[in-house]
């Protein structure tokens, strides 16, 4: 496709996008602006962009498809400041906010004025921000959920994925009350878990300041997402307060009967409890990318002996395979017991394991 792209907001998602964009819309110009000038030159400098607007107006006036790529709070706004200006008839706008029934309504101010607007939101992303974190494979295989309105013409919605199909994302079209209620459920509850469950450990270290060193493989895991950007949570728990205050009362359940559970100190139960969360667990489909992606991880067994890092890496660099982040699980303080490493793809995860097979005799799993 040719034309103009303008994305407002080049952080992480605002960033990948416009690298997807161009990698299958080679002719396009995308412009871009951020409100955080940094955000825009480094943008710029990375060759995210083609150009760097100096203000909304500047960006969105000849543009053929707009993408607001900011905090949802700010996303709102947003909608309401292109509201106000000439647009070109025929253009899309849309967003990737994490909520969108609000952003929804906001902007039918711009359906009113016969602008085209359809809610976006890309299901894959990470607890990084901003454009140094974008990549253009972010959300290959990853479920990218659109929210049009009954009166946007289907055509629009095909030319909308036309200009979004180098995500090599599976778009599912839905309504804005179900993303919210689905999307509260397995992305925005669990980040309140598991910033409450570094909080809670937080306050106990202040005692026990041995904590901090023994938070290792299992806690690291399930807490990483606690790292995520605070003000875009915080946009995102306002967005929707009202699935995730039902989701927190079902929780506090959940808790009472654990905590009957270890009261009355009935193992059976105690084991039914997780064996049933190991089973749905187990049978989540492992190629789907869902709201909290899984890395392509691979598992090594590796004998501790110095040096035994880089001789693995140093294999997988002789295949020229390239790996996303590497990590050791300790089953013991300072004793290297498993390597987890990381890879875009799966493709790269199953050629790393058949090189690291022939090179040693370490064990290997996906984990699952
Ligand atoms: N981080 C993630 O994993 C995912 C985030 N999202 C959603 O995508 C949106 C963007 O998230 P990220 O890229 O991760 O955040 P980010 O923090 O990396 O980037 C957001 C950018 O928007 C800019 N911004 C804020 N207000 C602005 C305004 N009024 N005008 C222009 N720029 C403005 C910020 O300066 C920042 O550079 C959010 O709505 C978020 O909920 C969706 C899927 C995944
Ligand atoms: O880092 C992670 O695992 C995430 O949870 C990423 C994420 C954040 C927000 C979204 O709306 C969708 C995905």
């Known amino acids: 496709m040719n034309g103009r792209v303008f994305v407002i907001g080049l952080g992480l998602i605002g960033g990948s996008l416009a690298l997807c964009i161009k990698k299958q819309h080679k002719e396009v110009t995308i412009k871009g602006f951020d409100i955080n000038r940094e955000q825009a030159r480094l943008a710029k400098m990375l060759g995210v962009i083609d150009e760097a607007a100096e203000n909304i107006p500047e960006g969105a006036k000849d543009a053929d498809l707009i993408i607001i790529s900011a905090p949802v709070n700010d ?32 902007a039918s101010i711009l359906r009113k004025q016969g602008i085209t607007f359809i809610g976006g939101h890309p299901m894959a992303g990470s607890h990084k921000s901003g454009v140094s974190a974008a990549k253009e494979i972010l959300f290959e295989n990853a479920f990218y959920l659109l929210t049009p309105d009954d009166n946007v013409e289907a055509v629009k919605v095909e030319r909308l994925k036309e200009w979004l199909k180098g995500t090599n994302a599976k778009f599912l079209t839905i309504a804005p009350s179900n993303h919210d209620y689905l999307t509260g459920i397995v992305s925005h509850f669990p980040h309140i878990i598991a910033a409450s469950i570094v909080r809670q450990t937080e306050k106990l270290s202040e005692s026990e300041h041995l904590i901090p060193r023994l938070a290792a493989g299992g806690f690291r895991d399930i807490t990483r997402i ?41 193992g059976e139960e105690i084991l039914d409890y997780f064996s049933q969360a190991k089973r749905f667990r187990d049978g989540l489909p492992q190629k789907e990318k869902g709201a909290i992606p899984s890395f392509y991880d691979l598992y090594v067994d590796v004998p501790d002996y110095p040096g035994v890092v880089s001789e693995v890496t140093g294999y997988l660099a002789q295949e020229k395979i390239s790996i996303t982040n590497i990590r050791i699980l300790e089953t013991r303080e300072d004793i290297i017991g498993v390597l987890v490493i990381s890879f875009q793809t799966e493709e790269d995860r199953e050629r790393a394991e058949k090189c690291i097979l022939s090179y040693t005799s370490f064990s290997t799993s996906y984990g699952s």
Do not use: F
């Not at 790292?227 to 967005?239: A, E, N, Q, V």
């Open 75 to 106: 996303t709102k706004s947003i909608i309401q400041a292109l509201s106000n200006l000439p647009l070109k008839p025929e253009v899309i706008v849309t967003d990737t906010g994490s909520t969108k029934v609000t952003i929804v309504n906001t």
């Open 226 to 266: 606690a790292s995520s950007s605070p003000k875009m949570w915080k946009d995102i728990l306002l967005h929707n307060r009202e699935v995730l205050i039902e989701l927190l009362s079902q929780w506090q359940d959940e808790m009472n009967g654990v905590k009957d559970l270890l009261e009355t100190g009935n």
